[in-house]
């Protein structure tokens, strides 16, 4: 109910204003904040003007109330308005987020819950990321997206923002008003990433830096990575974070401390700096300290960095080829870093062809089939394969002929848990199915804060759930009569 989801919401960021709901998950009709105890709508919770006593004492409900003024107010507020210390209404907007107090280097978002009562189901308060699209279920860019100075409207087929449609967080923009002008800016910069905007949103000389919209991890650094689309005409490169691949120090830096420009060569870096070429988007690297480490003249496999947030199973064996066998390469796998078995060393080295290298961890995806395409006859002589092999793919695609070329595209016919790891992929979320070698499930399965054990078919067995601090027994189950009934921690019969 909404009342429960906004007890849950205080519980969780220690919220300044706490809801008491009743047995039917209703607002209580006396609820209290650190300016005293007052009279609501039990079914929404909004105050009751003139009802407000001192924090010890309890309002009469059933009395009749105090003229309060009538209040013209041009704003629209989505979440009410603030009130006086006699609870009358103040032409100001209630902007939830206020009440709650977000973790260092997370922010305040309103965002969707579901409800029992469809009549009444607001968004709540959430701490989560600086900005966070929303799609739409065709994949498209949501027309309104908002970050934490206001809402705005959106082109929906790349996410650019439209000048001049900017309004508070919790107020929703007419994407379909005409607009205030914006002057125009003649730039001399080139942004591949467009550039940022004023208050109003109309385009500043500054680049603006996806980057920026990011925290990650200490050790981890901000590169701007390759990702895959269904719509090959706008593709834009991502933020990832990825591990420092420097053996010493961390890797040269020319916008921010948090983020690093890739390099593909020596000459990309500056004095004092070498290439580090561990395969990180597509064969490059970030640029370390030198002295310069000894480098196998091979070319890793092409890996995209991994979202599945599992960052403690990040393993990192190596940070250089010294630190390898001779017949082996220090390559990125899109988690951590690891030595690579070569089977053949090409002997150019800054235009080296591809070397075929053999993961000792074979990429997943070969478990899966390629979807059946009818080999077409006209196809465009301008397109070529982009791949050989499953081993040329990033993490869980394969090497597939569609119609006219090779390319890398997500497996058609895998396991369920391939499907599911792709599938949480594909959306960035910080949680991963676990699968074995196989591409069955593994017998445990993790996320942010807890573990259980699992089915064949990766069915959660009731009883097994326990913090993630330590790992569930899945040989002794307990035999209960009836079935469980299972809260967010603990599970009785």
């Known amino acids: 109910t909404a009342c429960i989801h906004e007890a849950i919401t205080a519980e969780a960021y220690s919220a300044i204003r706490k809801r008491k709901c009743d047995e039917n998950g209703k607002f209580r009709q006396i609820q209290c ?3 005293g105890c007052f009279c609501v709508d039990i079914e929404n919770g909004n105050e009751i003007a003139n009802t407000r006593v001192a924090i010890n004492e309890n309002p009469r409900c059933d009395e009749k109330r105090l003229f309060c003024e009538s209040v013209i107010c041009p704003k629209k507020c989505a979440y009410g308005f603030e009130v006086s210390s006699d609870g009358c209404a103040l032409c100001e907007c209630r902007n939830p987020c206020n009440d709650v107090h977000c973790p260092s280097g997370r922010f305040c978002v ?6 029992f009562q469809q009549s009444y189901c607001p968004q709540q308060p959430r701490c989560d990321a600086i900005r966070k699209r929303k799609c739409d279920e065709n994949g498209k860019f949501r027309q309104i997206q908002c970050d934490l100075r206001g809402c705005f409207c959106v082109d929906i087929e790349n996410g650019n923002e ?5 309004v508070a967080i919790n107020e929703n923009p007419r994407c379909d008003e005409k607009r205030l002008f914006c002057e125009s800016v003649i730039c001399p910069k080139k942004c591949a990433y467009g550039f940022e905007v004023s208050s ?6 500054e680049c603006r830096n996806p980057c920026n919209d990011v925290h990650c991890p200490s050790g981890r650094f901000c590169v701007m990575s390759d990702v895959q689309c269904f719509q090959q005409s706008y593709c834009p ?3 990832r974070c990825v591990v420092n691949v420097c053996p010493s120090g961390s890797p040269f830096s ?6 690093v420009d890739l390099c593909g060569r020596d000459a990309d870096c500056p004095t004092g700096y070498w290439c580090n070429r561990v395969g990180v988007n597509a064969n490059k690297g970030m640029c370390c300290l030198e002295p310069k480490r000894r480098s196998n003249n091979a070319r890793c496999p092409v890996v995209v960095p991994l979202i599945d947030g599992e960052t403690e199973r990040c393993k990192i064996w190596c940070r250089s080829d010294e630190e390898c066998d001779s017949s082996e390469k220090c390559c990125y796998d899109g988690c951590g870093l690891r030595c690579i078995t070569i089977e053949a060393i090409t002997t150019s080295t800054e235009s080296m062809s591809v070397s075929s290298i053999t993961n000792v961890d074979r990429n997943p995806s070969a478990i899966g089939q390629c979807a059946s395409y009818t080999i077409r006859n006209d196809c465009e002589p301008s397109h070529k394969d982009t791949c050989t092999h499953d081993a040329d793919c990033p993490y869980l695609q394969k090497c597939c002929n569609t119609g006219c070329v090779k390319t890398c ?10 499907h599911l790891k792709v599938a949480l992929q594909k959306i960035s979320s910080r949680v991963s199915a676990r699968c074995k070698e196989d591409g069955a499930f593994e017998s445990i399965q993790c996320d942010e804060k807890y573990c ?3 089915l064949k078919d990766g069915t959660e067995i009731d009883g097994t759930r326990i913090t993630n601090d330590r790992s569930p027994n899945c040989e002794c189950m307990i035999p209960f009569s009836h079935n469980f009934q299972r809260d967010t921690l603990i599970v009785t019969n």
């Open 110 to 115: 309103m965002s969707d819950v579901q409800c």
């Open 237 to 239: 490169q991502q933020p």
């Open 452 to 454: 259980w054990c699992v």
């Open 200 to 205: 109003d949103g109309c385009a500043l000389c």
């Open 409 to 418: 595209v997500y497996p058609y016919r895998t396991t369920g848990c391939l």
């Open 162 to 166: 439209i000048a001049n449609t900017r």
């Open 33 to 35: 904040d650190l300016r």
């Open 254 to 259: 020319s916008l921010l401390v948090t983020q």
